[in-house]
T-cell receptor, first 111, second 113 residues
Framework: DQQVKQNSPSLSVQEGRISILNCDYTNSMFDYFLWYKKYPAEGPTFLISISSIKDKNEDGRFTVFLNKSAKHLSLHIVPSQPGDSAVYFCAATYNNNDMRFGAGTRLTVKP | DVKVTQSSRYLVKRTGEKVFLECVQDMDHENMFWYRQDPGLGLRLIYFSYDVKMKEKGDIPEGYSVSREKKERFSLILESASTNQTSMYLC????????????FGNGTRLTVT
């Protein structure tokens, strides 16, 4: 039973536009959420995170939004660049416990 | 920078073989994890360890075991490899339990024929 769900397996956007990647979770105990980025033949790398006490966290072109009542979070990339093309994984954890991941969304940014 | 090294990038084994996947980290992190990545399923936790000689089952431990004799090394063992264990295996570490991001190795692509 996947507690973290990414329902869009792929997303394609034009360079310079906004990319929005979505993630839903079922476990209301989750208190910390993360996004990872994965290029082919490499391990995932940490991108940005958000605590459940916040609803927004921003780092340069990347912003993560958390809607606790809807159990939904999203990653916004503005402006999108071709180098952002990768698979993005949403992850969640609670009570200092082990991390659960979504299935991933493959983002393609077209020049 | 944390370095997490997985001993093999690609591995091909036969059904029934015993398989060892090795992971070594150089940053003195307490926590180590083994995940497998499959299309449409994302990363699923197999086993993890918060200390030397300590291990905990993740979501899919069946058919696997682990060993952590030293802090820097965490081994995943497939006692008798099966074709449904063909996958990408990812080792990860973290500094402590309190909401620390994971640092991943580059993965081992295992094919069981």
């Amino acid at each position: 039973d996947q507690q973290v769900k990414q329902n869009s397996p792929s997303l394609s956007v034009q360079e310079g536009r906004i990319s929005i990647l979505n993630c839903d979770y079922t476990n209301s105990m989750f208190d910390y959420f993360l996004w990872y980025k994965k290029y082919p033949a490499e391990g995932p790398t940490f991108l940005i995170s958000i605590s459940s006490i916040k609803d927004k966290n921003e780092d340069g072109r990347f912003t993560v939004f958390l809607n606790k009542s809807a159990k939904h979070l999203s990653l916004h990339i503005v402006p999108s660049q071709p180098g952002d093309s990768a698979v993005y994984f949403c992850a969640a954890t609670y009570n200092n416990n082990d991390m659960r991941f979504g299935a991933g969304t493959r983002l393609t940014v077209k020049p | 920078d944390v370095k997490v090294t997985q001993s093999s990038r690609y591995l091909v084994k036969r059904t029934g073989e015993k398989v060892f996947l090795e992971c070594v980290q150089d940053m003195d992190h307490e926590n180590m994890f083994w995940y497998r990545q499959d299309p449409g399923l994302g990363l699923r936790l197999i086993y993890f360890s918060y200390d030397v000689k300590m291990k905990e089952k993740g979501d899919i431990p069946e058919g696997y075991s682990v060993s952590r004799e030293k802090k820097e090394r965490f081994s995943l063992i497939l006692e008798s490899a099966s074709t449904n264990q063909t996958s990408m295996y990812l080792c990860a570490t973290s500094r402590d339990r309190a909401n620390s991001p994971l640092h991943f190795g580059n993965g081992t692509r295992l094919t069981v024929t």
